[in-house]
């Protein structure tokens, strides 16, 4: 079924959609700094948002659904995986039949969106856009968070000014981030050679080497840093360090 997307301010029809974006900036004036970085994608959850507490908590209360001990961060970091069926299969040590995986990602849901008036910006997030925007540098969110949530989530954080594109999810399910950021990068008109990816996962590293994007991970909590670590790419503390190690250094913060 074709979507609508809005891009720079007009209603598009988009065959191949397969996130609705909202953008508020033209991207082709972003500069290009000796790294060659042109714009700077940002993951949401657990890179710019610090809610890692928040999902684990909430996939404690799925877990209990499908009758499993609830589980502490060391391992959510070791068994987190993408899409979250799988994640709650590898914990339980057992298959799911649909119905056991559509009631834990109710509760999942249940939990987490009570929590989210509480959630906040990771401590340096603030900082580390407001850093890319004084460099003339595109940004924008690639999440895999429903859309109607994140652009609440966003606008609420004051991040949005910042942004020229806010992509979240318009469909169940989700699966690997790789085709979503090849859309992202299309609908923007950056060269993959040219982007930035930070993000907390995994999946955000999966998804940068699949298109050819430069990639920095975030120790956000999704994962321990030596899973991180063990994709061969620069892993940050920091928000700020995720933009040095990316090839736009900070003098000092």
């Excluded at 891009?7 to 082709?28: F, W």
């Excluded at 999902?55 to 877990?63: E, F, G, V």
């Amino acid at each position: 079924m074709d979507q609508l997307r809005t891009v720079d301010g007009q209603l598009r029809m988009d065959n191949d959609a397969q996130a609705l974006t909202i953008s508020r900036m033209p991207e082709s004036a972003g500069s290009v700094n000796r790294s060659g970085i042109r714009h700077v994608v940002w993951d949401w959850n657990a890179t710019l948002w610090d809610d890692h507490e928040a999902a684990r908590q909430s996939a404690n209360l799925a877990l209990a659904r499908l009758n499993v001990a609830p589980i502490d961060e060391a391992t959510f970091q070791r068994h987190y995986t993408r899409p979250w069926r799988s994640f709650y299969e590898t914990v339980a040590r057992r298959r799911l039949a649909d119905e056991e995986w559509l009631a834990a990602e109710a509760e999942y849901h249940r939990g987490y969106n009570s929590q989210i008036a509480e959630i906040r910006l990771a401590k340096d997030a603030l900082d580390a856009v407001r850093e890319v925007a004084a460099r003339g540098i595109g940004q924008s969110v690639l999440s895999m968070w429903r859309q109607d949530l994140l652009e609440a989530e966003v606008a609420r954080s004051g991040l949005a000014p910042y942004l020229s594109m806010v992509d979240g999810r318009v469909r169940p399910g989700g699966g690997p981030k790789a085709s979503y950021l090849k859309t992202h990068l299309h609908t923007l008109g950056v060269l993959p050679a040219h982007a930035l990816v930070v993000g907390d996962a995994v999946d955000d590293f999966d998804a940068a080497r699949e298109v050819g994007a430069k990639c920095v991970l975030y120790e956000g909590g999704t994962h321990s840093r030596e899973t991180l670590s063990a994709t061969g790419v620069r892993v940050a503390g920091t928000l700020l360090d995720a933009l040095s190690f990316g090839g736009l250094p900070i003098d000092s913060y």
